[in-house]
């Protein structure tokens, strides 16, 4: 009994210390910050956004122009198009994008999705 207990302890000791117990998803540099559909970001045009195309039906999101008045973007290869000034939001899918402002030719977006 007492050997067991030591074994059970040594296990969780390492378990915790190799992180085994945070195996949760996490958006990897590699897909870029966006790719859980939960960002802030800055952007000018021509932009292309990475998102989980499983997640979300498409993998790219591309911000094709930006005005004072107007932020428009695209996804799934054209198939979804919208625009919006700032203050609006772009649904595509499951996927929302913000425009909170629009300053020169730069736009801020916020991400984030609707359900999963």
């Known amino acids: 009994m007492r050997r067991r207990a030591a074994t059970t302890a040594v296990t969780l000791t390492m378990a915790g210390t190799l992180g085994f117990g945070l195996m949760t998803p996490v958006a990897s540099a590699a897909n870029g910050p966006c790719y859980d559909g939960r960002c802030k970001t800055t952007v000018s045009a021509p932009k292309t956004i990475t998102v989980n195309s499983r997640t979300f039906g498409f993998g790219k999101l591309k911000i094709t122009s930006i005005s004072s008045r107007t932020v428009k ?12 000034s700032p203050g609006g939001t772009v649904q595509f899918n499951n996927l929302k994008i913000w425009v ?14 609707t359900r999963y």
């Open 73 to 84: 973007m695209s996804a799934a290869g054209g198939s979804l198009t919208g625009s919006t």
């Open 100 to 113: 909170k402002s629009v300053s020169g030719s730069k736009a801020k977006l916020q991400l984030f999705p």
